[in-house]
């Protein structure tokens, strides 16, 4: 079931599956020769991995203090190299996955540096109808928009999928032209999928954007728990983000032991705890 699930786009082949250009789809494929924002992809197509210089992903510092304007990558020619590159890739993926792909009940996107607990994920998505419009993440606010936040990982119906890619099919250079204006590509996604007629429903803590140990617990001032921090203790997890290789495995050993118990408060009693404890203290 999990190859069916999951599809991996990079630049590069990565057995034993087939990798793809995560920009294929355009309408205008001058950008990727011309554009300012893919300046990377063609320093990287030239020199390989020699392009990946220390802070090639970061930008300058005044460019990223710029982050929460609905307009980054225009206003900021210094914003990260690698984010101006990135709001390009959602659209045609999810396109080209569709036509790939197009009788599957359930699509979730990931970054590559998440963990998805599959062993909540399959469950979940069995209680759902695959034949509604479902498209369901973690809530993020950008500027005036109301967005499923892509980092956290995103869940996509078969009918919401026919949806969106029937509107960036017949409005491909509007959509372009909002990418060019944008510096976040989940919000330009969220838009496709709100102009699709599909709505979006925020279903954090059970997806999640942020690594163990990092979610919010307890209140910053040592209050009481109010609702929303007691739905992180209480609710169960399928996606953290920003996990290195070795969390990954590590995850994976705890989500043997921890088997039917995969609350959020359980992942920080069976994995996050132990590694504070271990932890020798920082000067």
Not at 182 to 211: R, S
């Amino acid at each position: 079931m999990l190859p069916e699930l999951c599809r991996v786009f990079r630049l590069r082949r990565v057995p034993p599956r087939t990798a793809h250009p995560q920009h294929t789809g355009f309408r205008k494929p001058r950008h990727r020769e011309q554009h300012p924002d893919f300046e990377l992809h063609r320093r990287l197509k030239r020199d390989g991995r020699a392009a990946l210089q220390d802070g090639t992903f970061q930008g300058s510092e005044s460019a990223i203090n710029g982050v929460g304007t609905a307009t980054g990558n225009a206003q900021n020619p210094g914003w990260r190299p690698g984010w101006r590159r990135d709001e390009w890739k959602l659209l045609p993926m999810v396109n080209q996955t569709f036509h790939d792909f197009p009788d599957m009940k359930w699509y979730i996107f990931t970054e590559v540096d998440a963990y998805v607990v599959w062993s909540t994920m399959l469950p979940y998505l069995s209680t759902l109808d695959s034949t509604q419009p479902i498209y369901r993440g973690q809530y993020m606010a950008i500027g005036g928009d109301q967005i499923i936040y892509g980092r956290a990982g995103f869940i996509v119906s078969n009918q919401a999928f026919q949806a969106v890619v029937a509107h960036y099919s017949s409005h491909k250079t509007e959509l372009e032209q909002v990418t060019d204006r944008h510096w976040a590509g989940d919000a330009v996604l969220g838009g496709a999928f709100k102009d699709a007629g599909v709505p979006f429903a925020d279903i954090w803590a059970f997806m999640q954007g942020d690594y163990p140990g990092w979610s919010t617990y307890l209140p910053l001032d040592g209050g009481s728990m109010v609702d929303g921090i007691a739905k992180a203790w209480c609710n169960p997890v399928a996606t953290f983000h920003h996990v290195t290789p070795d969390a990954v495995r590590d995850l994976w050993d705890a989500e043997q032991e921890w088997a039917a118990r995969r609350d959020n408060k359980d992942v920080f009693e069976i994995f996050t705890l132990p590694q504070l404890i271990q932890s020798p203290p920082q000067d």
